[in-house]
């Protein structure tokens, strides 16, 4: 190309004619590339010795955690501030300085690695394929899923706009699995193999429950649009639960009881009691109880 000023030309007129797309003298938005590396530190962390390129020994371990955590400190407080000025706090909040937001985060790393250290042995006492926890840590993508949404749901209770769902892709991009930061957890969550996992940002999840692949846990319709923001449109999972691959479970309202087995490939839109078991049977959704005792319910397809 002997000169690209006709193609510059070109994407002015451009910009000047498609301005949703662009962001042009606005507030200095945060960086997916910060973002991501500081996402990759926390995890470090998290994970003292899992995550770092070199050994982390007893007598370095204070060193590089102060180092780390100074590290964090300026670099998420810079893209909170950046964040903060494209989205401000309701009721007038402090924009200038990300530094207060950051400190209280990372006050919540401790209670966030007693979690995370309960989903590391949720994966060793359901998977009989690993032969330990340093595998679950290293190699297995839903523990990181889990630890990266974690972290951004915390920030996104501190009211961080952009950060938080930033995260959750990064950790999405690289296993496969999509948890909205705003999905409420709980303690001794395994996701098994995890690719195509999808947690939408209502679902709310109780203590030892465990999903494998392919599962969604969705809204039954998106048509509302921005109308159904704030609305319950995922589904609650009582605790210890456990849904099969391909599982689709759908809707605000649909609640799983405790104690409850969804088979593989079930399309559930209904609230199912405790301790039910949901399978297809001859193109029949049968849910039943797992003692077999009852009538059951049937849902014709």
Same mark, same amino acid.
């Given at each position: ?7 510059v030309d ?10 949703g797309?662009?962001?042009?003298d606005?507030v ?5 590339q910060?973002v991501g ?5 926390l995890?470090?962390l998290?994970?003292p ?5 070199d050994?982390v ?12 955590l100074?590290?964090?400190?300026t670099?998420?407080?810079a893209?909170?501030t ?20 950051v400190?209280a985060?990372?006050g919540?790393?401790p209670?966030?690695?007693e979690?995370?250290n309960?989903?590391?042995?949720? *994966?060793?006492d ?12 290293l *190699? ?5 899923a889990?630890?990266?949404q974690?972290?951004a !749901?915390?920030?996104?209770?501190l009211?961080v ?5 930033m995260?959750?892709e ?12 705003g999905?409420?957890?709980?303690p001794h969550?395994?996701?098994d193999h995890g ?6 940002e209502?679902?709310?999840i109780?203590? !030892? ?9 969705? *809204?039954r319709s998106t048509?509302?649009g ?12 009582e ?7 391909g599982a689709?479970i759908l809707g605000g309202?649909t609640?799983?009881?405790r104690?409850?087995t969804?088979?593989g490939?079930?399309?559930l839109m209904h609230?199912?009691?405790p301790?039910?078991?949901v399978?297809y049977e ?8 797992k ?6 319910l049937?849902?014709?397809i």
């Open positions: 190309m002997d000169s690209v000023d006709p193609l070109r994407l002015l007129d451009s910009y000047a004619a498609v301005g797309i662009n962001h042009i606005g200095n938005l945060p960086s997916k910060v590396e500081i996402t990759r530190t995890l470090r998290l994970f010795g899992f995550f770092h390129n050994l020994c007893g007598q370095t371990i204070a060193e590089v955690t102060r180092g780390k100074g590290q964090v400190c670099e998420l407080g893209e909170i950046k964040s903060l000025e494209f989205a401000p706090p309701e009721g007038g909040g402090r924009v200038d300085d990300g530094r207060d937001v400190c985060f990372l919540r790393l209670a966030l690695r979690m995370l309960a989903d590391v042995q949720a *994966a060793f359901g998977d009989p394929a690993t032969t330990s926890l340093e595998e679950i840590i *190699a297995y993508p839903g523990l990181e889990i630890a990266v974690r972290l !749901h915390e920030l996104l209770g009211g706009p952009l950060i938080p769902r995260m959750t990064w950790a999405h991009a690289r296993t496969g699995i999509d948890i909205h930061p999905a409420a957890i709980g969550f395994f996701i690719t195509g996992v999808v947690i939408g209502t679902c709310r109780g203590a !030892h429950v465990k999903i494998y692949h392919g599962v969604t846990l969705g *809204a048509s509302g921005q109308q159904l923001r704030g609305v319950k449109r995922h589904p609650t999972i605790d210890d639960v456990t849904i099969y691959p689709t309202g609640v799983i009881g104690g409850s969804i088979g490939n079930v399309f609230s199912v009691p301790e039910s078991l399978y001859e193109r029949s959704v049968v849910i039943t109880t003692n077999r005792d009852g009538d059951g049937v849902f014709e």
